[in-house]
């Protein structure tokens, strides 16, 4: 009960707030926007935590380009851009990303702020590991072992087919011979069906 | 109830190793009485574990708070369609659900088994047990796995199901997934009765044929299901994100499938033999390392359960299988000479191999990619990720290969394919690849994997086509039937064949929705109350979003905000899409988890717009949004549906198609004799 009041209480100071402030708001907003200004939300607390307003260099291709190539620290597997775009209450995608955007604007490059940011958390952040050293075991041994089981795989089936072929020439002696046309046609009917 | 449900499982778990340890050690070659107790001890088990799951159901239905899993995943107000999927929704629920799926699967596999294979269903029941009696121990014996464990207190209301897997999609994508893994002990059952049995002829194969093709389905259709429920519940419109996971869902589907394709020369050819087996163990083996890897916690993963001692008992359990199989396969393996050889490799068995290794490479692939953090962990003592990146760039040439042989095999005579043969067959089929591809840049595409994706698609897609075709005129010309009632008998003579080219068409389609999804276009806006954005799709249509407003409401168990965007394509207004916010509640009114996001989707065969409500940057009508222009994706779930269709079809009992595969099984009594003459 004691929660419920203060739910009360807050969405009354909300509501009460949101008419005082609303014309100051609106007129504030109304000089930059021209557009019609919102109501304060009832419950404001439903839709998560307040956010940061987008600017142009939350989507310039440049920061994106970067973030995907860092995963987020928070645990999620995601890289800094889908997790910023996507899970909505994460508080470590959005402080990454203004670090990213703060670099970037100092004139930082690309390769200076992913180095930046693997000397400070590790290797780990990045989303897929470097090609060099053992890491390119990682890239090659599947190809690798792919092309070798083809190859093994070619090599053992070429000896299987002389072996056949070897037992094949073997003449049997009970065979009745064999009229080629009647077994070239045979052939032709097998592989229309077959087909 | 709790009682009830601790007792259930102690009677199954005895039961269970009752049966098991009589299908190994007890004399029952020679006692049909006891051979068919052992079988009757399946649905003994499957009977004990109903109750506990009875047991069970009444504690979520009963709102028994006191039962620590029903506090921990349930509340008062949760739907009661959710109360459903709550029974498989935590680690604990989920063990039991294994188990008792397991075991209706088990007794099934008694019931439905012709008794031509009588010889072998003992030993069928016994691994089956033994399978589900591990479930059951885990669940008995691993710290905090019980379901029935009870708390110190009853709290006043649970804390209810997890905002992200109250969705549909995790009603019916879970229980899929798990009917896929779990009916896969069954097939690998009858692998090990038949090595046991020593009956390696096809007749194992038949038997347990039906039961790799449903579990196969299951997993597609689980993985499907899976795929559409994080593209509408996670908001980030991808379907797969290589989570591992995710990935250990598409391992044993991959060498299934590489089972169900090598089968077919063992039916046909009486050849690879050893390599079917092994298929069939590696794909029971990857099951159980899914669940480790999602039960242990020992890679991070956004979909995993909580980090516990359950992981061990699966790495044990997964060690032990392990060995004991390919110890008992070793052991038999003079007994599995195949009886004829390759005699081309460009023929359809060489292209079948080849499609193995496509299959059997992604698998190993896949699954170097999600346990190289733990190795270079172990040999560097570095922590790395491996994440979308990294498998994009080693599986998209495996799974391109995989596509080009998925339109070769078909095309291929067995035994041997003349010169003549494979010109009639190939033309067509290549120029059709060719036209798509050559369209493609004619339409401005320049992305060059995206050329061969599409163009290898119009390859796969003419040759099924024609395969149609040649079947239909033959049949017109023979039988004289008209197309339609010449296609309705071409496919239900051969189901098997035809509905695996349906499936094929499946996955090409799959391919393309793929393909598509890799040119999404996106941004991220602040908008007021009818202020605008614009936003370019990827086939040049421009999209302006006009924000309506936020509105606020209570809804069955949680507070809803609702943002509505009003859409117009090339200035022609479309409709609205509404994107919410969801605080979820408990009876009380309190919030129990943080809130969700729910994503709103206009879709079509071309395009999706997709649209995310991040939230409001000053707790206004004012929304941030995240908007998506994604291609293609409806394909995907086209693609889905007709999978299905295809899988059912080849499922579908009777047809003509099996003969040849019942021509190989021997009769009963000749089995071993035979086989083993052959080989010693």
Redesign the interface.
Do not use: C, H
């Given at each position: 009960m004691r929660r419920s009041r203060r739910q009360f209480l807050g969405w009354t100071v909300a509501a009460t707030s949101g008419m005082v402030l609303r014309p100051l708001v609106a007129q504030d907003v109304a000089a930059d926007t021209a557009q019609v200004q919102g109501d304060f939300l009832r419950d404001p607390s439903s839709v998560g935590r307040l956010r940061d307003t987008v600017t142009a260099i939350d989507n310039d291709p440049a920061i994106i380009a970067i973030e995907r190539q860092l995963r987020c620290t928070c645990g999620c597997t995601l890289d800094i851009y889908t997790c910023r775009t996507t899970d909505f209450t994460c508080t470590y995608s959005p402080a990454l990303h203004k670090e990213v955007v703060g670099m970037f604007e100092q004139g930082k490059s690309a390769e200076e702020i992913i180095i930046f940011f693997v000397d400070r958390e590790g290797e780990k952040i990045l989303m897929a590991p470097v090609a060099e050293g053992f890491n390119m075991a990682g890239y090659l041994v599947p190809g690798l072992a792919m092309a070798t089981a083809g190859l093994v795989l070619a090599a053992w089936l070429s000896r299987r087919r002389v072996a056949v072929a070897a037992s094949a020439n073997v003449p049997d002696a009970a065979a009745p011979p064999v009229d080629p046309e009647a077994m070239a046609r045979l052939q032709r009917a097998l592989d229309e069906v077959e087909s | 109830m709790t009682y009830l449900g601790q007792f259930s499982l102690w009677a199954a778990f005895l039961v269970g190793l009752w049966g098991g340890a009589l299908a190994f050690f007890g004399r029952w070659q020679e006692r049909p009485a006891l051979a068919r107790a052992i079988t009757r001890s399946s649905y003994a088990l499957c009977a004990a574990l109903l109750v506990a799951s009875i047991a069970l159901w009444k504690g979520i239905f009963g709102h028994d708070f006191n039962i620590e899993y029903v506090a921990g995943y349930t509340s008062r107000n949760l739907p009661t369609y959710y109360l459903i999927s709550a029974f498989w929704a935590g680690q604990k629920g989920s063990l039991l659900f294994w188990a008792v799926v397991l075991s209706i699967f088990g007794a099934l596999a008694q019931a439905l088994t012709s008794t031509r294979f009588k010889a072998m269903l003992p030993y069928v029941a016994g691994i089956a047990n033994i399978v589900t009696i591990f479930f059951v121990a885990v669940m008995l014996f691993a710290d905090t796995a019980n379901p029935f464990e009870r708390l110190a207190f009853t709290p006043p209301d649970g804390r209810g199901l997890n905002p992200q897997l109250q969705n549909p999609g995790m009603i019916i994508h879970p229980p899929m997934l798990y009917l896929g893994y779990i009916s896969l002990t069954i097939p690998f059952a009858f692998a090990m009765a038949a090595l046991l049995a020593k009956q390696l002829d096809a007749g194992w194969i038949i038997a347990m044929r039906k039961w790799a093709l449903t579990s196969w389905l299951f997993l597609s259709i689980g993985i499907t299901i899976g795929m559409w429920w994080a593209y509408v519940e996670?908001?980030?419109?991808g379907v797969w994100?290589w989570?591992p996971v995710e990935n250990a869902s598409l391992l044993p589907w991959l060498t299934l499938t590489a089972f169900l394709h090598s089968v077919m020369i063992q039916e046909k050819r009486g050849m690879l033999k050893r390599w079917n087996m092994a298929l069939i163990v590696g794909t029971f083996l990857l099951t159980i390392f899914g669940t480790f890897i999602t039960r242990s916690g020992v890679i991070?993963?956004?979909h995993s359960f909580t980090q516990s001692a359950v992981g061990y008992f699966f790495l044990a359990f997964l060690l032990v299988s392990g060995i004991l199989s390919f110890t008992l396969l070793y052991t038999r393996w003079p007994l599995l000479e195949p009886e004829s050889?390759?005699?081309?490799?460009v023929s359809?068995e060489?292209a079948f191999?080849?499609n193995n290794?496509?299959l059997?490479?992604i698998a190993?692939?896949v699954l170097?990619?999600t346990l190289?953090?733990i190795l270079?962990e172990a040999?560097?003592g570095?922590?790395?990720?491996?994440?979308?990146?990294?498998f994009n760039?080693?599986n998209i040439p495996?799974g391109l290969f995989l596509l080009f042989l998925t339109g070769v095999g078909p095309?291929i005579?067995?035994?041997k394919?003349?010169l003549a043969?494979l010109r009639?067959?190939f033309v067509l089929p290549v120029s059709g690849g060719l036209l798509t591809a050559g369209a493609l840049v004619a339409a401005g595409l320049r992305n060059g994997w995206a050329l061969i994706a599409l163009g290898l698609a119009g390859f796969v897609f003419v040759t099924v086509l024609q395969e149609f075709w040649?079947g239909i005129r033959a049949r017109k010309a023979m039988h004289g039937e008209s197309f339609v009632i010449g296609l309705v008998n071409l496919v239900s003579r051969n189901r098997r064949r035809y509905g695996g080219y349906i499936v094929h068409v499946a996955m090409l389609l799959y391919f393309v929705a793929f393909t598509g999804l890799a040119f999404p276009a996106?941004?991220?806006?602040?908008l007021?109350?009818?202020?605008s954005a614009e936003l370019r799709s990827p086939f040049g249509h421009t999209y302006t979003f006009t924000h309506m407003?936020?509105s606020?409401y209570t809804a069955l168990n949680r507070?809803?905000?609702a943002a509505t965007l009003e859409v117009a394509k090339d200035g022609v207004r479309v409709g609205t899409i509404k994107s919410e916010?969801?605080?979820h509640v408990d009876s009380f009114?309190?919030?129990t988890f943080?809130?969700s996001?729910e994503v709103g989707i206009r879709s079509n065969l071309q395009e999706d717009v997709y649209v995310?409500?991040?939230?409001?940057?000053?707790?206004?009508?004012?929304a941030?949004y995240?908007l998506l222009i994604n291609p293609l994706v409806a394909w995907f779930w086209i693609g889905g549906g007709l999978l299905t269709f295809g899988g059912l079809l080849t499922m579908w009992p009777g047809g003509p198609q099996m003969k040849t595969a019942r021509r190989r099984a021997a009769p009963q009594s000749g089995y071993a004799v035979s086989m083993a003459g052959a080989a010693e």
């Open positions: - | 996670l908001g980030w419109g994100a989570d991070a993963s956004v050889q390759l005699e081309s490799m359809r060489g191999l080849y290794l496509a059997i490479g190993f692939s170097w990619g190289f953090p270079s040999v560097r570095t922590k790395i990720t491996v994440g979308p990146p990294f760039r080693v495996l095309l005579a067995w035994r394919a003349s043969n009639r067959q040649r996106k941004t991220t806006v602040d007021q109350p009818g202020q407003g936020v606020q507070r809803v905000s916010k969801r605080q009114g309190q919030p943080e809130p996001t995310v409500y991040a939230g409001s940057p000053d707790g206004t009508e004012r941030s995240s």
